[in-house]
């Protein structure tokens, strides 16, 4: 694996893999950000497929990973292919809530991000203008509904009103990371279902489509009464873990709650069929929870913990904690969204975990950079999904 010794923490930087014609998601779409105490370092993965005889590091190495799960799509190449940048229909703007992620999506697909002024007046309102014509235009803007949420979702609302009022053929909501997804059903008398109303507000805001990435669950595309393109964000997550010196045979994969069980099922099946175990949690309130009791045998096994969000962390880490008393030799964490509230960066870098995986659809600060975490690139993901979605090609065949 190449690697790039920095002595501050990493900046944005079109990496090398993005500008050539290569559009493999497998091949190099993996970009970890690794801290250490001493130094701050980017690690690109250059691996052509999962199953390769030995590690990057030179040493035997069983892979997890059978070549025939991996999806076979990118047939051709993306790039080489694109439409002209002077005279496309399709256009990529950005919203203010990561637009690191939304620049490497650009670069994948050979796109200029769109202009666009948006600005917050002196009370806190939000300005929108386009800089550019999407008359007629297939429009795609990515946008995380994520901290600050409220101020996030109003930007995406206006900002698909804007293209709306400037005649764009569609407005494609990209989404990767859904705020109030966890608000999908009434558990107590008097609740809201907020995940219902946040659907209602971007359709009723004149999204004709919305793009997510893991959703808390699929019953929210239901909330929409537009079509949603569900983004599953598995393959490179999978991919990573395939350049990892893990026999299949010490690998145990674990659900941190019942809930989550279907999830981590499915991500069991693409790592050799792995033995499944779960974790008995009781939630006592928002961002509180007990674990209680383990079902299944994580003793002498690496325990892969699998979740779609790490917010506070105290799943995570309890899980974590009852793992090594159960017996497992070490223990990941892999999840799709960082939120990472206080005191999420505490628990996780107390040693309980070897890696913390998790993927950019968030943006992560640099002061929450600790040494276990390592983060992965989904924009080659969600580039060639947009471009299935422009081209009217099937996109759940990517996950097959």
């Not at 279902?193 to 507000?201: M, P, R």
Request: net charge positive.
């Amino acid at each position: 694996m190449a690697s790039l010794a920095l002595t501050s923490p990493p900046s944005v930087k079109i990496p090398s893999y993005l500008s050539s014609s290569s559009s493999s998601l497998f091949s190099r779409s993996s970009i970890s950000f690794r801290t250490t105490e001493s130094r701050s370092r980017i690690c690109v993965s250059g691996y052509a497929k999962c199953n390769l005889p030995k590690a990057l590091n030179g040493n035997a190495r069983v892979p997890i990973i059978n070549e025939t799960t991996i999806p076979k799509f990118f047939d051709s190449s993306r790039l080489e292919k694109s439409v002209s940048r002077n005279n496309t229909k399709l256009k990529l703007f950005s919203g203010t809530a990561n637009p690191a992620l939304s620049q490497e999506i650009a670069w994948y697909m050979g796109l200029e991000l769109g202009k666009v002024s948006i600005k917050r007046f002196a009370d806190g309102e939000i300005y929108v203008q386009l800089k550019e014509s999407v008359r007629g235009c297939d429009v795609f803007l990515v946008q995380p509904t994520c901290t600050p949420t409220n101020e996030n979702l109003m930007e995406l609302l206006i900002m698909v009103d804007a293209c709306r009022r400037a005649s764009a053929k569609k407005v494609t909501a990209v989404i990767p990371y859904f705020g109030y997804a966890r608000a999908d059903r009434k558990t107590q008398g008097r609740e809201s279902i907020a995940a219902k109303l946040v659907a209602n507000l971007i359709t009723e805001a004149g999204a004709d489509r919305v793009l997510a990435c893991d959703l808390h669950s699929g019953q929210s595309m239901g909330y929409f009464d537009i079509p949603v393109d569900h983004v599953y964000c598995q393959p490179v997550i999978l991919d990573y873990l395939a350049s990892k010196s893990i026999s299949s045979e010490d690998l145990v994969v674990v659900s941190p709650d019942v809930g989550g069980v279907a999830r981590a099922r499915a991500f069991a099946k693409k790592l050799s069929d792995a033995p499944l175990a779960i974790v008995d949690k009781r939630r006592h309130g928002h961002n509180v929870a007990e674990v209680m009791n383990l079902i299944g045998d994580v003793k002498g096994k690496v325990a892969v913990m699998v979740d779609d969000i790490i917010d506070t962390a105290g799943t995570i880490v309890k899980g974590a904690a009852l793992l090594h008393e159960e017996g497992a030799r070490e223990v990941y964490a892999c999840c799709t969204h960082a939120v990472f509230s206080p005191p999420a960066i505490e628990r996780l870098s107390s040693g309980l975990l070897q890696e913390v995986i998790v993927t950019n659809t968030l943006p992560v600060a640099e002061k929450n950079y600790f040494p276990q975490l390592t983060i992965l690139s989904v924009a080659n993901l969600l580039g060639e999904t947009i471009w299935r979605v422009h081209d009217d090609s099937s996109v759940s065949s990517i996950f097959l």
